[in-house]
């Protein structure tokens, strides 16, 4: 993995692993609509097992992109997030720009995600419904409950 690191007045996007606190991600998650859906030993394992970007003001976690990747083949985007204290004022885009060209993502070939209504957010990005949607399948498996 390669350092990245960026700053934005107060605030700096890393995915310096030594600054990634999993306990804050899975208290900003729970906060999220999805939070519910997700036990928080699922949320743990879920970043323990990802490239993940954090944002920082000072100490205090206000934001997260958690990638699931090869680094090359394909790269599918979850737990999306910018503490509401910080919303639309541009660093959402900023931090999934910074993630998209960091070094290690240099190759990457495919980016995959889903959202529920965030679409225009993810075009301004470069993404859009999937060209060929019957090639794209699925099997989901809820998860666990307790
Ligand atoms: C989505 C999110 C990360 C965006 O962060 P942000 O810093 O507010 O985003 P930006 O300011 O860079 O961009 C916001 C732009 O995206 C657009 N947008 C589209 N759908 C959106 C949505 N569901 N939520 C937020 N913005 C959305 C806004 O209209 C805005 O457009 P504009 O710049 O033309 O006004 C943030 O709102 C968030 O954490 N939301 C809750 C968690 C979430 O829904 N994550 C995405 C899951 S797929």
Known sequence: MILHEVKRGDLLLTNDPEKVDIDAL????AKQYWGPNRLRRTTRRA???????????????VGCVRVVTDFVTAAYIEDVIVDD?????????WMMREMMTSPDMAEQHRWLLMTADAQTFYEKLGFSAPGHPEWVMEKVIPYPTE
């Open 26 to 29: 899975c208290d900003l998650v």
């Open 85 to 93: 204290s910080l919303r639309g004022r541009g660093i959402g885009q």
């Open 47 to 61: 970043f323990e097992n990802s490239y993940t970007f954090v944002l920082l003001q000072g100490e205090k976690m």
